[in-house]
């Protein structure tokens, strides 16, 4: 089967040229970590208990705290909101991009029930910090193991 030469295009070659340049990357750089690879921004969770309080932490780096809602409906927490593309980044020709963009929203199973109104919220440094009081069914106790044969101990 004969093939039909394609005529040159400079646009091909162009892009020939921007493959190989994202190989090269790649190499160096790790394998290619694209927007559409990535998949939607998702924040990084860290919670943990700190003085009878408990800490959620959410990792909203260039998220505007006003582009945040979070919400309590019984044991669930909800933060969610949106990261926003910058109009100008739209038109430039990225030669490495792990950035994403877009709707968020992550579901926390909170340890018992806690009131909203004992939620507080700050944001500092691009990290959503949510404190609230340990329920107080939640908090920890020791349990005392029984062994058979042996008497309890008190």
């Given at each position: 089967?004969?093939?039909?030469?394609?005529?040159?295009?400079?646009?091909?070659?162009?892009?020939?040229?921007?493959?190989?340049?994202?190989?090269?990357?790649?190499?160096?750089?790790?394998?290619?970590?694209?927007?559409?690879?990535?998949?939607?921004?998702?924040?990084?969770?860290?919670?943990?208990?700190?003085?009878?309080?408990?800490?959620?932490?959410?990792?909203?780096?260039?998220?505007?705290?006003?582009?945040?809602?979070?919400t309590v409906?019984?044991?669930?927490?909800?933060?969610?909101?949106?990261?926003?593309?910058?109009?100008?980044?739209?038109s430039r020709s990225f030669?490495?991009?792990?950035?994403?963009?877009?709707?968020?929203?992550?579901?926390?199973?909170?340890?018992?029930?806690?009131?909203?109104?004992?939620?507080?919220?700050?944001?500092?440094?691009?990290?959503?910090?949510?404190?609230?009081?340990?329920?107080?069914?939640?908090?920890?106790?020791?349990?005392?193991?029984?062994?058979?044969?042996?008497?309890?101990?008190?």
């Amino acid at each position: 089967m004969e093939r039909d030469p394609q005529k040159w295009s400079p646009f091909r070659e162009l892009d020939r040229v921007r493959n190989d340049f994202e190989e090269l990357l790649d190499r160096f750089l790790g394998s290619r970590a694209s927007r559409e690879q990535r998949g939607p921004f998702t924040p990084a969770l860290e919670s943990f208990i700190d003085s009878g309080k408990l800490v959620i932490r959410a990792e909203l780096p260039g998220v505007d705290p006003k582009d945040v809602d979070i919400t309590v409906t019984g044991d669930q927490l909800t933060i969610g909101g949106t990261r926003e593309q910058r109009i100008d980044e739209q038109s430039r020709s990225f030669i490495h991009r792990e950035f994403s963009y877009g709707s968020f929203e992550r579901t926390i199973r909170l340890p018992g029930s806690v009131e909203a109104k004992d939620v507080k919220a700050s944001y500092r440094n691009g990290v959503l910090e949510l404190t609230m009081p340990v329920p107080e069914q939640s908090k920890s106790r020791k349990v005392t193991i029984q062994v058979e044969g042996e008497p309890s101990k008190r």
